[in-house]
């Protein structure tokens, strides 16, 4: 065999090899690759000659919004069985005690929906659905704001009366031995407020910064009798009260006989020994009275309250005797006066 005859079969091969080659390599430059993409949860399964992610979303006209999230970088090259996704935002409606706010979020988490407009979340704060949730696109989320608020308050702790009996005191003397004060009680309050709306209210602390003071009062047992000449009288309360007299003679009353109203009391009854002119806001029109001497001369004895005067207030008594030489003679003085049961 000669060496051009070699040659020349050299050369057949390799040429052969060459058109193999090339047939290879556009066999698998127009293969195509698998490709598979979630879009908004629907699965797209593609063959594809695209070189890039974002050639390939065009050639397949597949919708991409503002903000919308694809998980991987759109110069991606194609390779066979590549799997990506993409999410476009998607309304949510967030309510802030009755304030709307619109927002578009890639996400399904209430959490992260909330994150996307803008807000936080404080530590108390809370949303329904809860924010681990995932919700659906239009979903209306409830936001609630908590904050609590510690305020002192301090109230007053009433005293107690405590009462201590004295046999030697007349019955309904009441004195008060120790006189009360109130205490001061100080709390700690938690107020928790929801959308400013005050939801509840805590006590954390009491504290007893005061105690209060009880008022003792003393009160008489000791029954209430008078040696008179009719023998032991009961009495319900006495008073000692400054006494004057006055009788039916014009010095004392300005009228004179035969004058309208002479001799006649302001109960309407006959002016007569035994009747007083008292203060009817001290004694009672109709009380029946016993008037002692304090100066050891003789008591007036027996009354009864059935008259009044201009010049008898408060604590004072007006005395009726027969005759003005009477009255001249008892004159001004102090005496006491027991109201009779």
Not at 8 to 14: E, I, N, R, W, Y
Not at 241 to 262: H, L, Q, R
């Amino acid at each position: 065999m000669d060496s051009n005859k070699i040659k020349k079969d050299k050369f057949k091969v390799l040429a052969i090899l060459a058109i193999v080659a090339t047939i290879l390599v556009g066999f698998i430059m127009y293969q195509g690759n698998d490709v598979t993409v979630d879009v908004d949860g629907v699965i797209i399964q593609k063959v594809s000659y695209s070189n890039t992610v974002e050639e390939f979303i065009k050639s397949e006209n597949i919708n991409i919004e503002e903000g919308a999230y694809i998980s991987v970088p759109l110069n991606t090259k194609i390779n066979d069985d590549i799997e990506f996704t993409i999410k476009n935002p998607k309304n949510y409606t967030i309510d802030v005690n009755g304030d709307l706010f619109e927002v578009k979020s890639v996400h399904t988490k209430v959490e992260d929906i909330i994150k996307d407009a803008g807000m936080e979340l404080g530590e108390l704060d809370y949303t329904l659905p809860e924010k681990t949730k995932e919700v659906s696109p239009n979903t209306v989320i409830e936001l609630y704001r908590v904050t609590e608020v510690v305020e002192i308050v301090e109230e007053e702790i009433p005293f107690e009366e405590q009462v201590i009996t004295n046999k030697n005191k007349d019955r309904g003397v009441v004195d008060v031995v120790q006189k009360g004060k109130t205490g001061l009680k100080r709390s700690e309050i938690k107020n928790e407020y929801i959308n400013g709306v005050l939801n509840s209210s805590v006590v954390i602390k009491d504290e007893i910064v005061e105690e209060p003071v009880p008022q003792i009062v003393e009160k008489g047992t000791k029954e209430l009798v008078i040696a008179t000449s009719r023998g032991d009288t009961r009495y319900k309360k006495s008073m000692v009260m400054t006494a004057t007299a006055y009788s039916a003679s014009y010095e004392s009353t300005g009228k004179k006989p035969g004058d309208k109203y002479y001799g006649i009391t302001a109960s309407g009854t006959k002016a007569r020994p035994g009747v007083v002119a008292v203060d009817p806001r001290v004694i009672p029109l109709g009380t029946r009275l016993y008037i002692q001497s304090l100066d050891g001369t003789k008591d007036y004895g027996f009354a009864i309250a059935e008259d009044k005067g201009s010049a008898i207030k408060g604590n004072k008594i007006d005395l009726f005797f027969e005759t003005e030489a009477e009255c001249y003679s008892f004159g001004r003085r102090k005496v006491k006066v027991y109201v009779l049961e």
